[in-house]
């Protein structure tokens, strides 16, 4: 009877501890907060800025997928089906935050914190069409933050480089490059830059 108590406890012991082990590698992680992401607009500014994100305004931080998955049409949601309503791209659908070119601050909000490899920022070139599935092909690499594995503080800020020729309707596509596994976070940034 002992013997089957302690197995039993043992039994329990275990499933528990890997229920809490699953849960905190399957927590959610990063979101840009400023200026202010399509996700973040949807979600913890009340939803109100920007509408109908499906389960992103669930989980603002969980849009993760391997490093380097830029599917066309798919950028925005990292591939991941249940985050496809980000994918939606026109020139009116998302709510724009008004920015200037040069050298301007981009924070996240990280729920959980890991090593990073990179922080990286693409933004859509001049002459891009809004009314077009997003393709990285219409990206340029506008500023990389190499952090080495480092550790970062819950709200860490980068200074990304606008370009000079850009104007109007842009969206910024912010990636961090995690240092210990093959997974990155995406988050997309709607900008109206103005002079």
Do not use: C
């Amino acid at each position: 009877m002992k013997k089957n108590l302690l197995k039993f406890v043992l039994t329990v012991t275990l499933v528990l501890g890997g229920v809490a082990a699953y849960t905190s590698t399957a927590s959610a992680h990063g979101y840009v907060s400023s200026p202010a992401s399509r996700i973040f607009k949807g979600t913890e500014l009340g939803g109100t800025l920007n509408k109908d994100i499906g389960d992103a305004a669930y989980e603002p931080q969980s849009v993760e997928n391997y490093k380097n998955t830029f599917m066309t049409g798919k950028l925005t949601s990292a591939g991941i089906s249940r985050f496809s309503l980000l994918d939606e791209q026109t020139a009116e659908r998302w709510h724009k935050t008004d920015i200037k070119t040069g050298v301007q601050p981009f924070t996240w909000h990280l729920t959980a914190v890991h090593s990073t490899k990179s922080w990286d920022y693409y933004m859509t070139k001049q002459g891009w069409d809004p009314n077009q599935p997003l393709d990285i092909k219409n990206f340029e690499l506008v500023t990389e933050q190499n952090d080495n594995g480092a550790l970062p503080v819950v709200d860490p800020t980068q200074m990304v480089t606008i370009p000079s020729d850009r104007t109007g309707y842009h969206v910024i596509l912010a990636v961090w490059n995690i240092g210990d596994t093959d997974k990155a976070f995406y988050q997309a940034i709607d900008v109206n830059v103005v002079k």
